[in-house]
Nanobody, 126 residues
Framework: QVQLVESGGGLVQAGGSLRLSCAAS?????????MGWFRQAPGKEREIVAT????????YYADSLKGRFTISRDNAKNTVYLQMNSLKPEDTAVYSC??????????????????WGQGTQVTVSS
């Protein structure tokens, strides 16, 4: 099994920054897994934020988030991070970490990922 635990969410003013962390564990977790961050705002579908391949060298970002968000990973710690800068009220959502067997350069969907964390709330006030 694979367990993913997110942390780092909270309340921040517009223009501020947050760094989310996702710690992975479990007997079947592999550092070769692709990792991703998705988010879901109230009344909206879950959407992709960013993904990273096993090496940390290849990444994918939602077009609207490029330049503000940065995904990275530390395989020695089995942890993936999401640095979020210049936050806007429309970034308010539950952010969830996910792990999957393969990374791809095209727009990923939640169906590409097998394991999910519980999510962490990010609220950006105006």
């Amino acid at each position: 099994q694979v367990q993913l635990v997110e942390s780092g969410g909270g309340l921040v003013q517009a223009g501020g920054s947050l760094r989310l962390s996702c710690a992975a564990s479990g007997r079947t977790f592999r550092s070769s897994y692709a990792m991703g961050w998705f988010r879901q705002a109230p009344g909206k579908e879950r959407e992709i934020v960013a993904t990273v391949d096993w090496s940390g060298l290849r990444t994918y970002y939602a077009d609207s988030l490029k330049g503000r968000f940065t995904i990275s990973r530390d395989n020695a710690k089995n942890t993936v991070y999401l640095q979020m800068n210049s936050l806007k009220p429309e970034d308010t959502a539950v952010y969830s970490c996910a792990a999957g067997p393969e990374w791809g350069p095209t727009r990923p969907t939640p169906h590409d990922y097998d394991f999910w964390g519980q999510g962490t709330q990010v609220t950006v006030s105006s």
